[in-house]
C-alpha cells in the first residue's frame, strides 16, 4: 500500500529500525527481562503465541489486514520493522544467543548485519518479484510460510512451556 516513489526509503527506514531493534535486545535484553522479572522462557512462550497469532493471520488473511495496518496507510515501525522483521521470536532468538555465548557477540552482530542486509534486499527488490512471479503465486507462498511460521511458533511455545516446567531456574 505504500507509494512506488516512498517504497524504497519507507525500505530502508524499517530494516533500520528493525536492526536498531534487535540490536537494542541483543545488548540490553537480559537487562530488561531482569528489570521487569521476566524469564527468558516467559519471552519464549509469549513470543511463540504472538508469531502463531502473525502465522494464522497469514494462513486466513489477504494483504495489509493481515497485519492490522489500514489500507493506503504507510507503516511506521508497526507493522514492518516491529512485529514482521524484529518480532518477538526475532528479539528472542538475539537474546538467547548473546545470553548463552556472549563471548561470540561480534560474530551475533555480524550476522544481524547480514540478516538485516539480506532483508533489505528482499524489501526493495519486492516490487520485481512481486511482478516476476505474480499475485497468486505470492499469495500461495504467503500462505505456505504461514503454515512454516506456525511450525516454528509451536515449537517455540512448547520449548519454552518444557523448559518452565522441567528445567530448574
Same mark, same amino acid.
Given at each position: ?115 538485516? =542486509? ?28 504461514? =503454515?512454516? =511460521? ?20
Amino acid at each position: 500500500g505504500v507509494a512506488p516513489e516512498r517504497r524504497r526509503r519507507v525500505a530502508v527506514r524499517e530494516v533500520g529500525i528493525a536492526f536498531l531493534v534487535l540490536f537494542g535486545f541483543m545488548i540490553f535484553g537480559g537487562g530488561f527481562l531482569r528489570l521487569m522479572h521476566l524469564s527468558e522462557r516467559s519471552l519464549e512462550v509469549a513470543g511463540g503465541v504472538i508469531l502463531l497469532i502473525i502465522a494464522i493471520r497469514m494462513i486466513f488473511s489477504s494483504g495489509s489486514a493481515a497485519y492490522g495496518l489500514p489500507q493506503g496507510r504507510e507503516p511506521l515501525i508497526f507493522p514492518l520493522a516491529v512485529p514482521l522483521l524484529a518480532g518477538p521470536s526475532a528479539m528472542a532468538t538475539v537474546l538467547l544467543l548473546a545470553s548463552r555465548q556472549p563471548g561470540q557477540l561480534i560474530e551475533w552482530v555480524a550476522a544481524l548485519v547480514v540478516a538485516m =542486509l539480506i532483508s533489505g534486499g528482499v524489501l526493495l527488490l519486492a516490487g520485481r518479484i512481486r511482478r516476476l512471479l505474480g499475485d497468486s503465486v505470492i499469495s500461495a507462498t504467503e500462505k505456505l510460510m504461514g =503454515l512454516v =511460521l506456525t511450525a516454528i511458533a509451536v515449537e517455540m511455545i512448547l520449548a519454552g512451556l518444557k523448559r518452565y516446567f522441567f528445567e530448574p531456574g
